[in-house]
């Protein structure tokens, strides 16, 4: 039985965060593949900063070590927003469990997702512990102890909270979009 965790999201920049719940992922030994799936645009958002296919190539590079992760392009591909529900549908042809994994900062409105329903039935969550939130316990918890967010990390971009790998360019490409926003 092929089991994945299907890890989506922004990644508007992707940081250290996502680097430590993907580490925590590699380290859960029924999860043979990690799936990292960018948005080409939030289902709850109207914006992106950094272009889908720049944050996939930063991801690709990133996680270009790891063994057991594949970066898709399925979300971006559409050039539209996708709901959960349609990439869980995607994975459903080659994988027997897949596990949705989402930060904790999402459990206050994960029940608006579109056909939550539907989702809720496919797929098993495992949360990303985040700012002390709880997690209920018919999900699996992920302790994750990095205190990053991407929207704070839009506001005012760090290095030192940056992956190694891409570090400088995704500094200088949110530096250079945030100097642009104040002029």
């Not at 889908?52 to 590079?61: F, G, P, S």
């Not at 929207?151 to 500094?171: D, F, G, M, N, T």
Request: hydrophobic fraction near 40%; proline fraction near 4%.
């Amino acid at each position: 039985m092929r089991t994945v965790a299907l890890y989506g999201g922004s990644f508007d920049p992707p940081h250290r965060g996502h680097v430590a719940v993907v580490n925590a992922l590699n380290r859960l030994d029924f999860v043979d593949k990690i799936v990292i799936m960018p948005t080409y645009l939030n289902p709850f958002k109207e914006l992106f900063t950094a272009e889908a296919a720049l944050r996939y190539r930063w991801l690709k590079e990133i996680f270009s070590d790891y063994e057991k992760v594949t970066v898709s392009s399925f979300e971006i591909d559409k050039k539209r927003k996708v709901p959960t529900i349609e990439s869980v549908r995607e994975l459903q042809k080659e994988f027997d469990t897949i596990y949705l994994v989402i930060g904790a900062d999402n459990l206050e409105k994960l029940k608006e997702w579109y056909q939550f329903e539907l989702l809720e039935k496919a797929v098993t969550f495992i949360v990303a512990s985040r700012d002390n939130i709880p997690i209920p316990q018919d999900y699996i918890a992920l302790h994750v102890d990095e205190k990053i967010s991407s929207s704070a990390l839009r506001e005012h971009i760090e290095l030192s909270k940056l992956p190694q790998k891409c570090a400088q360019e995704i500094y200088n490409t949110y530096s250079k979009e945030h100097n642009a926003k104040k002029n």
